[in-house]
C-alpha cells in the first residue's frame, strides 16, 4: 500500500497548523467576509479584526474557506464586469471562433496540396466562401447580429447566418469527396455545440438530428464509391448519437449559466442597493464615522465627522490627512498610539476637538480595526484601517438627562394631581382664617401659609402645563413678529425705566415673515423665561442681553438665539439646567428651563446651551430650533 496520500494529509495539516498558529499570533479571530457585494468594493475585501491584539481566536474558516470566497468575488465581479449577458459573450466568441476557421479552411487545401493531394475546386470555393461570409460577420455584422438581452437566444436570421451556414458548408465538405484525406465531419459538432447553448430545445434537437442525417447520407456515400464497411457506419451511428448527448449537455449547461448570471446581477444590485441604504444611514447619522488609514489619512468621512473636526460638508476633498490641521494634534497622537498598540488607548476614549468660533467640543471615541485586500488577497497584501466612531459628549449627557426627565416629569405630573385637592383645602381654610380678627402674630403666620400656598399653586401649575395632554394642535406663526411683539411686552413688564430697559435689549430679527410651527402662547412662556434669566445673570449695561432671530442654515425654520453677557455656567451646572427643580437661587422652583424644554418638545423644536467662545462678550447662548412652514400657510 502507498503511503503518499497519508503522507500528503499530513502536510497539508501541518500546513493549516502552521497558518492557524501564524493568525493567532497576529490576533485574527474573524474569518474573510468575502461576497458579491465584497466584488463592488474598490478595494476587496474587508475583515474586522478584534480590537485588542492579545484576543486569539480559530483562523480555520479564514485559512480554508477564504480561497473559496475569494473565488467566488472574482467570479461575481467577472460575470457582472463584462459587457452585455454571458450568452452574448459566447455569441461573440464563436464569431470569431468562426472567423479563425475560416482563415483556417482557406489555408488548409493550400497545405494538402503542397504535400501532394489532390487539390478539388468545389473544396476550395466552399472553404472561401465561408471564410468570406464568417470575417465579414465578424468585422461588420458584430454588434447587429448580437442576441437581445430579453430573449437570450438566436432570433432566425442570426441562426441562418451562423448556424445555418455552418450546417450547410461542413455538410458539403463532408459529403463532397467520401475519400478526401481530411475528416471534415468533425467540424459539425461545432454547430451541434452552439445550437444547444443558443437555440430553444426542440431547435437544438433538430440540429443534432440533421447532423445524424449527414453523417449516414456520407456512409451511404462511400459504400457508392466501393469503401463500404460496418466499422464506418457504425463510427456514424456513434457520432450521431453524441451530436444528441453534446445538444443536451450543452443545453443544460446554458440555461445553468444563465441561471447563475441572473443570481449574481440580483445579488450585486442587491449590494448596490445596500451599499446605497448604507452611505445614506451614515450620513443621517447623529455620530461622526472616520475611517483612518495607517498613514493617518482619513479615506471617508460622513457630514456628522466633518462638523465635529470642524469641516463643512463641501469644505475641501473627501479625503484628507490628519498632519493637515494642527487643531487634530490630539486625535493624530491618539490614532498613531493606537495603530501601534493593536488597540484604541483607554487613556483617549474622550477628545477634544477645537472648533472653528474657538470653543472645543467634547467627544467619545470607540475604534474598531479592519483587514482589507484585494480580490486577490496573494497579489494584494492586506491593509489594515481604522474605523472611528465619534460621539458628541453633550448628545450623551442629554440623552441620558432625557431619559431621566421624562421618568421625572410622569411622577411629577402624577404628584402635583394629587396635591391639588389637599392644597385647594389648605388654602380655603386658610382663607376662612383670615376673615376672622386674628391676634397680629398669628394674621402674620396666615399670611405666610396664604403666600407659599400661592407659590405651590403656581409650581402644580407649572407641572401639569407639560404634563402629557391630547394630540396638539399645530399652528403656524409668524415668528419674527411674535418675537417682537413678546420683547416689547417684556420690556413694558420688566420693572425697569423705558429707556434703561430699551438699552439692556439688544433684538436683532429679520423683517420679512419668518413662518414657523409653534403656539403662541408657548412661544411667549419660552422667550420670557429664557429673558428673565439672562436679565437676572446679565450685567447692568447696554446690550447685556441679546435676542437674535434668524432663519434655519438647512431648510427651513428659525433659529431663536438669547444670550447675556453674566459670567459662563459652570459645567456642574449646566448638566443639570434642564432638569426639574434644580435652581441655583434659595426661592426658585427650578422649572423654568425644564418647561421651556417640554414646551419646545411638544412642536419638535428643540432649546440647547452652548457656551459662547472664549473672548466674546455674551457668554451664555440658549438656542431655541423652530419648524418651518410653507409661507402660503
Known amino acids: 500500500m502507498s503511503a503518499g496520500p497519508p503522507l500528503e494529509r499530513r502536510q497539508a495539516d501541518r500546513r493549516r497548523g502552521d497558518r492557524r498558529a501564524g493568525d493567532r499570533r497576529r490576533g485574527r479571530r474573524e474569518p474573510a467576509e468575502d461576497s458579491w457585494f465584497g466584488a463592488l468594493a474598490d478595494a476587496g475585501q474587508t475583515t474586522l479584526l478584534p480590537e485588542r491584539a492579545a484576543q486569539g481566536g480559530s483562523a480555520d474558516a479564514d485559512a480554508e474557506g477564504g480561497s473559496e470566497s475569494r473565488f467566488l468575488a472574482r467570479e461575481a465581479r467577472r460575470i457582472v464586469s463584462g459587457e452585455g449577458t454571458a450568452l452574448q459573450r459566447v455569441f461573440r466568441a464563436y464569431v470569431l471562433a468562426r472567423a479563425v476557421l475560416g482563415t483556417a479552411l482557406v489555408l488548409t487545401p493550400w497545405v494538402m496540396r503542397l504535400m501532394g493531394a489532390p487539390l478539388s475546386v468545389l473544396t476550395l470555393l466552399a472553404c472561401l466562401g465561408y471564410a468570406s461570409q464568417a470575417i465579414s460577420l465578424w468585422l461588420l455584422g458584430e454588434r447587429r447580429d448580437r442576441p437581445s438581452a430579453p430573449s437570450r437566444r438566436l432570433v432566425r436570421r442570426q441562426w441562418v447566418m451562423t448556424i445555418g451556414v455552418d450546417l450547410l458548408v461542413f455538410s458539403l465538405l463532408h459529403l463532397a469527396d467520401p475519400r478526401a484525406q481530411l475528416n471534415y465531419a468533425a467540424l459539425l459538432a461545432l454547430p451541434v455545440l452552439m445550437a444547444g447553448v443558443m437555440t430553444k430545445r426542440l431547435a437544438a434537437l433538430a440540429t443534432a438530428a440533421f447532423v445524424a442525417l449527414v453523417l449516414l447520407v456520407g456512409v451511404w456515400r462511400s459504400a457508392q464509391a466501393g469503401s463500404f464497411t460496418v466499422a464506418l457506419l457504425s463510427q456514424a451511428g456513434l457520432a450521431g448519437m453524441g451530436a444528441f448527448v453534446i445538444t443536451l449537455l450543452s443545453g443544460e449547461l446554458a440555461q445553468r449559466l444563465a441561471r447563475e448570471e441572473r443570481a449574481a446581477r440580483g445579488s450585486l444590485e442587491l449590494a448596490r442597493q445596500q451599499a446605497r441604504l448604507n452611505r445614506l444611514v451614515l450620513d443621517e447619522m447623529a455620530d461622526g464615522v472616520l475611517v483612518v488609514d495607517r498613514r493617518c489619512r482619513v479615506r471617508a468621512a460622513n457630514p456628522s465627522a466633518r462638523q465635529m473636526l470642524g469641516r463643512g460638508p463641501d469644505d475641501g476633498p473627501t479625503s484628507f490627512d490628519l498632519h493637515d490641521e494642527p487643531a487634530w494634534e490630539g486625535l493624530l497622537a491618539a490614532v498613531e498610539q493606537a495603530y501601534g498598540l493593536g488597540h484604541w488607548p483607554e487613556g483617549q476614549r474622550e477628545l477634544k476637538l477645537p472648533q472653528p468660533a474657538g470653543a472645543a467640543r467634547t467627544v467619545q471615541v470607540r475604534a474598531r480595526f479592519t483587514r482589507r485586500g484585494g480580490i486577490d488577497a496573494e497579489s494584494t497584501p492586506p491593509e489594515e484601517i481604522c474605523v472611528l466612531f465619534l460621539e458628541d459628549v453633550r448628545s450623551v449627557q442629554a440623552r441620558v438627562r432625557q431619559e431621566k426627565l421624562a421618568a ?226
Open 408 to 633: 421625572m416629569g410622569r411622577v411629577s405630573a402624577g404628584i402635583a394631581h394629587e396635591i391639588r385637592n389637599p392644597l385647594a383645602a389648605i388654602a380655603q381654610a386658610n382663607a376662612l382664617l383670615l376673615e376672622d380678627q386674628l391676634p397680629p402674630t398669628q394674621q402674620k403666620l396666615a399670611r405666610i401659609v396664604e403666600d407659599n400656598v400661592e407659590r405651590l399653586k403656581r409650581i402644580v401649575d407649572d407641572v401639569m402645563a407639560v404634563a402629557p395632554g391630547g394630540p396638539l394642535q399645530q399652528q403656524v406663526i409668524d415668528a419674527s413678529a411674535e418675537v417682537a411683539r413678546i420683547c416689547a411686552e417684556w420690556l413694558r413688564t420688566s420693572g425697569l425705566a423705558a429707556d434703561v430697559a430699551a438699552q439692556r435689549l439688544d433684538l436683532q430679527r429679520p423683517d420679512a415673515v419668518l413662518p414657523v410651527l409653534f403656539d403662541t402662547e408657548h412661544l411667549r412662556r419660552v422667550l420670557v423665561n429664557l429673558l428673565d434669566n439672562a436679565r437676572r445673570h446679565g450685567s447692568e449695561t447696554a446690550g447685556a442681553v441679546q435676542v437674535r432671530l434668524v432663519p434655519a442654515s438647512q431648510g427651513s425654520g428659525a433659529v431663536l438665539t438669547v444670550a447675556s453677557d453674566g459670567d459662563a455656567i459652570a459645567p456642574d451646572v449646566e448638566r443639570h439646567l434642564f432638569e426639574p427643580f434644580f435652581s441655583t437661587r434659595s426661592r426658585g422652583t427650578g422649572l423654568g428651563l425644564y418647561i421651556c424644554r417640554e414646551l419646545c418638545e411638544r412642536h419638535r423644536a428643540s432649546i440647547e446651551y452652548r457656551p459662547g467662545a472664549p473672548g466674546e462678550r455674551h457668554r451664555n447662548v440658549f438656542r431655541v430650533m423652530m419648524r418651518g412652514a410653507p409661507a402660503a400657510a
